[in-house]
């Protein structure tokens, strides 16, 4: 059984940083690629950022400078680094995984990021 377990959200100020974690309960070379996604109240879930099992990135255009994804493959943990953060960060954030071999996307729980003003 797959399981992707987020943690590192909480309440920051505008300006400010967190880091997400993403561990994964199974050697992440099984993903192909991995990313971190986010929902908003009222909004659809959006692609935040991704990396290949190669390490190739891919990131939306509103948080391109800001964050950040890596991973550590000893730990099978994927991270998010949000530096400069935004109230328009304010959400819900998600970690996602597609399976090498059954291109089967896993999905956590998610964590809150709130950023106030």
């Known amino acids: 059984q797959v399981q992707l377990v987020e943690s590192g959200g909480g309440l920051v100020q505008a300006g400010g940083s967190l880091r997400l974690s993403c561990a994964a309960s199974i050697n992440i070379f099984s993903f192909n690629l991995m990313g971190w996604y986010r929902q908003a109240p009222g909004k659809q879930r959006d692609l935040v950022a991704t990396q290949t099992r190669g390490g190739g990135t891919n990131y939306a255009d509103s948080v391109k400078g800001r964050f950040t994804i890596s991973r550590d493959n000893a730990k099978n943990t994927l991270y998010l680094q949000m530096n400069s953060l935004k109230p328009e960060d304010t959400a819900v954030y998600y970690c996602?995984?597609?399976?090498?071999?059954?291109?089967?996307?896993?999905w956590g729980q998610g964590t809150q990021v709130t950023v106030s003003s």
């Open positions: 996602e995984a597609t399976s090498s071999l059954s291109s089967r996307d896993y």
